[in-house]
């Protein structure tokens, strides 16, 4: 049905995605799907604080028939309370306005060969291990402001890299490198301010020989203005939306950039 639709397969990422989260479709009689997208969930497993929404896709042959609109209003009512996010492009958007979602962020889409500098910090960045995993939960969850366990836990098989960030022996960010078709995707990149998260960048393309992607909150100016001084350019920008609350919770301050616009 990616396919269909113009998009690419991204297997890589939609089995993190149902793995992670949960897969919502509508069952074509004549074989197949007619529409599909993923939630995933954050917070206590009973009790979720956050869903994103992502991967929302119609088969061509069903579009302009409103079942878009009938799996989006069918995923609002499942999730009850639960607060939604989501990335909307320009053509998703007014359908998801008017269901109820306002625009409170935006986010850039960067591509491109980074080209590497004279290093800008003496930030130490090396590969994480797994005696960092409980520094880096804990870390996430107080910038995210919800558990992502289940995010977190799955990168080190996910990704190609995953680093950290330190001073003083204490992780002050990590950011992670996935494969998607024939680019590595930056992201999640959280970080204590934008000098570690420029170090965190740049150790990451310094080990790889691939084009990166990367979907950055459109404050981090600097970050942004930075990226595309060592190479990469803009690709387009989507809108963050959200539906029962009036902002993404946590600190945005160190959230730069997330796992992927599909998961938030």
Excluded at 3 to 24: I, N, Q, S, T
Excluded at 39 to 53: C, K, Q
Excluded at 69 to 92: D, E, F
Excluded at 211 to 217: A, K, Q
Aim: glycine letters at 10%; charged letters at 25%.
């Amino acid at each position: 049905m990616s396919e269909d639709r113009g998009w690419p397969r991204e297997e890589h990422k939609w089995g993190f995605l149902l793995a992670a989260g949960k897969g919502y479709g509508i069952d074509d009689p004549d074989g197949g799907l007619v529409s599909a997208c993923v939630v995933t969930e954050y917070g206590p497993h009973d009790r979720p604080v956050l869903g994103s929404i992502g991967m929302v896709l119609v088969a061509e042959r069903h579009a302009r028939q409103g079942i878009g609109r009938r799996l989006m209003r069918h995923i609002v009512s499942a999730m009850g309370t639960t607060p939604l996010t989501l990335h909307a492009t320009p053509y998703g958007r007014p359908l998801y306005e008017e269901l109820g979602f306002k625009i409170t962020g935006r986010a850039e889409m960067l591509r491109g060969r980074f080209t590497a500098g004279e290093p800008e910090s003496e930030i130490i960045t090396r590969a994480a291990t797994a005696e960092d995993l409980t520094a880096i939960l804990r870390l996430d969850e107080e910038v995210f402001g919800a558990d992502r366990t289940h995010i977190v836990t799955r990168l080190p098989a996910f990704a190609d890299q995953l680093r950290v960030a330190e001073e003083s022996d204490r992780i002050i960010g990590y950011a992670a490198a996935w494969p998607n078709m024939d680019t590595h995707v930056v992201g999640p990149l959280i970080a204590r301010d934008t000098r570690t998260a420029k170090a965190l960048f740049a150790s990451l393309a310094a080990h790889t020989n691939r084009p990166l992607r990367t979907d950055i909150d459109v404050r981090h100016e600097e970050l942004l203005v930075w990226a595309k001084e060592h190479g990469l350019a803009s690709v387009a920008f989507n809108a963050v939306m959200t539906y029962g609350i009036a902002e993404l919770p946590g600190d945005w301050t160190r959230r730069f950039a997330p796992v992927t616009v599909a998961a938030t």
